[in-house]
Nanobody, 125 residues
């Protein structure tokens, strides 16, 4: 069993930055697939960034590539999402998720077993 707790959300103006953190407890390790997803009102949940494996293989949604960076600190069982150059369209509830193994698509929500409660990110223009 894995429990995930997100923090770091908030309200910023366009162009600003935020760093989200996801603290994981339970059976996690470098082999655990960790991802960040977001869901805006009226829209489907979408994958934003994910990291997997001892070498830290990463994947990003096209809309955030070059602006967001995912990283993990295995000593702290924590995954981070550094978000720079934020845009109003980045406004959403952001969720951290984990899966025990890679199932084919790092950014596919249904490949993940465990989910946090979410943290709100609001970007104003």
């Amino acid at each position: 069993q894995v429990q995930l707790t997100e923090s770091g959300g908030g309200s910023v103006q366009a162009g600003g930055s935020l760093r989200l953190s996801c603290a994981a407890s339970g059976n996690t390790g470098s082999g655990t697939m960790m991802g960040w997803f977001r869901q805006a009102p009226g829209k489907e949940r979408e994958g934003v960034a994910a990291i997997y494996g001892g070498q830290g293989i990463t994947s990003y949604a096209r809309s955030v590539r070059g602006r967001f960076t995912i990283s993990r600190d295995n000593t702290k069982n924590t995954v981070y999402l550094q978000m720079n150059s934020l845009k109003p369209e980045d406004t959403a509830m952001y969720y951290c998720a984990a899966a025990g193994s890679f199932k084919g698509d790092l950014l596919r929500p249904r490949d993940y077993n465990y989910w946090g409660q979410g943290t709100q990110v609001t970007v104003s223009s």
